[in-house]
């Protein structure tokens, strides 16, 4: 009889947490973003954030946590409460910082789980409209007869922009000086400015440039080309076979929180990603969804891991 009296209070306990799960959320959800406003990840935060509160009827906070390549973030998020109420939007910073910080206040496989993928996009290899570089075969051309002397600007050690350009360097055996910087905006100025030689900036942040003639487009770091820029190749495309490297974002939340729940924030972000609203909204800012089942994404991000601590260790990127 004692069995048998087990067996049905765990089976009351798991489906009071099915129907609880079932009418998730009951208050407002915290999303926790890794970066400033009006960045490429703040941005499609926000988008998301709106839809699923709508879907929801629920806000969900767009809480903005930036510092330390997104650590502050995720550390916040690591510590919380593991209800669903506190979520971490993200960007492939998730998967760069393991490599980049000697010491992170989380483990970022034992301590999250990994809830949804929501977008990639691109960056785009620009220079000056005026350098004498008009594509990717130049620009290798150039940089090898010049060894050293080619200087392009990153938003930072160990930000995607500097990693892409750190496997470009790896893939072509090219030496190209990479000069830091605060952000995407000073990297602008100075290659407009003719300081600095290219960037493989975020496509959000170079399009309005490369539309309005200030920069010139010589390649899409993504396996397939961006629909804002249908004339611009690929860097695969454009002689460097295979190559490809993208900025994705995606959704954590700390480790613990019931299967149930997890399940219903993935199913509903994966519903509102299928909208026509988002896509569009998406596509506005040179975004794709990127759909993926939760076990999908989490091989994907353990790929992600992998490599970027290849590309880091490679370029000899001294962990912070």
Do not use: C
């Not at 301590?111 to 409209?129: R, T, Y």
């Not at 922009?161 to 055996?173: C, R, S, V, Y």
């Amino acid at each position: 009889m004692k069995k048998w009296s087990v067996v049905a209070v765990m089976g009351m306990a798991l489906g009071a947490v099915a129907a609880n799960a079932q009418n998730f959320p009951t208050k407002p959800v915290h999303m926790f973003i890794g970066f400033p406003a009006g960045t490429s990840t703040d941005i499609l935060a926000r988008m998301l954030a709106q839809k699923l509160g709508d879907l929801w009827g629920q806000n969900v906070v767009a809480d903005n946590r930036a510092g330390a390549g997104s650590s502050i973030a995720a550390a916040a998020v690591a510590r919380s409460t593991p209800d669903g109420y506190t979520l971490l939007f993200n960007s492939s910073a998730q998967s760069i910082n393991p490599s980049l910080y000697a010491k992170l206040p989380y483990d970022t496989l034992k301590d999250f789980v990994e809830i949804a993928a929501v977008a990639s996009q691109p960056n785009v290899l620009v220079v000056n409209p005026g350098s004498s570089i008009k594509s990717v075969a130049e620009l290798i051309a150039e940089a090898k007869a010049k060894p050293g002397q080619l200087n392009f600007g990153s938003a930072g050690v160990g930000t995607g922009t500097h990693l892409n350009l750190e496997k470009f360097k790896l893939a072509t055996g090219v030496d190209i000086t990479h000069v830091p910087y605060k952000g995407t905006p000073e990297v602008v100025t100075d290659i407009i400015g003719g300081r600095t030689t290219g960037y493989f900036a975020p496509i959000t942040a170079a399009l309005p440039f490369v539309q309005g003639g200030k920069l010139r487009a010589l390649a899409v770091s993504s396996a397939k080309r961006s629909s804002q820029l249908p004339n611009v190749p690929t860097v695969a495309e454009a002689g460097v076979k295979g190559f490809d490297f993208q900025l994705w974002f995606g959704l954590w939340g700390p480790s613990g929180m019931p299967k149930a729940v997890i399940d219903k924030i993935a199913r509903d972000t994966n519903r509102v990603l299928a909208s026509a609203e988002l896509r569009e909204q998406f596509a506005k800012a040179s975004t794709d969804p990127l759909i993926m089942t939760r076990a999908e994404f989490g091989q994907f991000v353990r790929k992600e891991i992998d490599e970027n601590g290849r590309v880091i260790r490679s370029a000899g990127i001294q962990p912070q």
